[in-house]
């Protein structure tokens, strides 16, 4: 059972526990062990002239420490506790990230939007799975693979168009980071709702999307 955190309620105005002390490697083992998702490793921080700086050298790098370090991510992912402890030995201090599309997808949302959607989630007392808070304020609800295809149709059935919510899904081809990577200064991934037993059967994104365009809508 994952012990990273504890959940967060589902208010804006909860305080996002710290990350307990699990090496990355740890968790990464974790995630591809527990969880069976896959996982990869991804840039990490380098201290340089006072200041954390991306290990890909560039210094106005968007994303410090928390994307691909290769082109060839896709084919590096491994579902293999055995495979990511030892890719993590090699660079302990890198990012974990996990691709989506394959055992699931990912419905970002602003981190506003986000909170009143779980607030609601809540009422309606629907099912969640994993759901991550990253430092640049956006929230990421794990759901079943196959929800970047369906969303754009289901959203126009509640009669929004997916170009006017700030919602996107990340499936095949994209990832998501785990915590407790660090987005540069900027702060570490957390969980808004942790891996627990209770969510190892991940909602269809049919189930979330009206509650998730309705914060977005709001939010705008």
């Keep these: 059972m994952f012990i990273v955190e504890e959940t967060i309620a589902g208010t ?18 974790r995630y591809a062990e527990e969880r069976h998702w896959d996982v990869f490793p991804g840039t990490w ?4 002239d006072g200041a954390q700086r991306c290990s890909c050298g560039d210094a106005a790098c968007p994303a410090p420490g928390s994307h691909p370090a290769r082109p060839d991510w896709e084919s ?16 302990p201090t890198a990012s974990i990230l996990l691709p989506t599309g394959r055992t699931f997808d990912a419905i970002s949302v602003p ?8 607030a609601r989630m809540e009422r309606m007392e629907l099912t969640l799975g994993p759901v991550t808070l990253t430092p640049d304020r956006r929230m990421e609800f794990f759901v079943l693979p196959g929800a970047a295809v369906k969303v754009p149709d289901l959203v126009r059935k509640l009669g929004w168009s997916l ?19 660090r987005f ?30 309705y914060a977005c809508g709001r939010d705008r």
């Design 12 to 29: 804006e105005a909860a305080q996002i526990p710290k990350q307990r002390g699990e090496s990355l490697l740890e968790t990464a083992v």
């Design 45 to 48: 921080l380098e201290a340089a």
């Design 76 to 91: 590096q992912a491994t579902g293999s506790a055995t495979v990511a402890r030892r890719m993590w030995q090699k660079q």
């Design 111 to 118: 981190e506003t939007a986000g909170f009143l959607a779980l």
């Design 163 to 181: 170009s006017s919510l700030d919602l996107t899904v990340l499936g095949e081809g994209a990832y998501v980071a785990a915590p407790p990577t």
């Design 184 to 213: 540069g200064s900027r702060g570490a991934v957390q969980w808004a709702c942790r891996p627990t037993p209770a969510n190892r059967w991940l909602p269809d994104a049919e189930e979330l999307i009206s509650p998730l365009a």
